[in-house]
């Protein structure tokens, strides 16, 4: 366990939060894996390397690997960048998700289904809350994922959670709390990631298995980084938040028109699959927030 050096248990609540603001900004900066993750399976096939600026996990015919941050957080912009398996990745998975714990947990996933040499990715994204999910909406990419490390970010904010693939705008869930739709905004999350073997339904719907010979299977993370609020000992950085801070500027960060049509763009040439679209799926009705502007 390793304690923020920035923090002090005998210092008064005002200045907690002060100080947690400060450690917030430096989880900012400067990508270290050592500092912010651990590996938590798979052994050695997840290794950290570069001077901690790099992370890879390798999936093998014995098993998969993992990591986990040690920060939990409560909002934040968090951007990652990953390199995907590449060739044959079919029926491999890469999924990079922010969790909370217990058994009404709350949940943001990105997952990457690899596919056979040309064929698409998938990224498969869906939100948790209270922890029922059900809320797929899946994307082919204007790119391939394998060539270069490209960023996948989650904003998540009091108003609305938004999926960003290089800064464009792919997914948002609104919170329409008002309206009965739970959203996330109580349970402090971790960040996951893990490769593993999901043969059984990820390439189309478990048609396509792994092919082993390619084996070990790798994918690559960089540039790690949270501008968010890290909960320290039950308290949140950002228990009086103040917005004018430039740290602090996602915390009401909202789509500008530009950016309602990049989603748009996305949401018209690149959904693959939207829950909201699915009425087969769900005989008695379509989630309430399907219904929501
Ligand atoms: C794999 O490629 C096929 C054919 O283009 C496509 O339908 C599918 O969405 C791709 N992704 C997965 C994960 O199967």
Known sequence: MVSPPCVSSSIGDMKLVILLLTCSLMVASGANFYRDFEITWGDNRAQILNNAKLLTLTLDKDSGSGFKSKNEFLFGKIDMQIKLVPGNSAGTVTAYYLKSEGTTWDEIDFEFLGNLSGDPYTIHTNVFTQGKGNREQQFHLW??????????????????IIFYVDDIPIRIFKN????GVPFPNKQPMKIYSSLWNADNWATRGGLIKIDWSNAPFTAAYRNFMARACV??????SCASQSLSLPSMSWMAQELNSTNLEKLSWVQQNFMIYNYCADPYRFPDGLAPECGFA
Request: aromatic letters at 22%; glycine letters at 4%; a negative charge.
């Open 231 to 236: 909960i320290w000992s039950g308290v949140s």
């Open 143 to 160: 790119f391939d994922p394998t060539k270069d490390f490209h960023t996948y970010s989650i904003l998540w904010n009091p108003q609305h």
């Open 176 to 179: 329409f709390e008002s309206k």
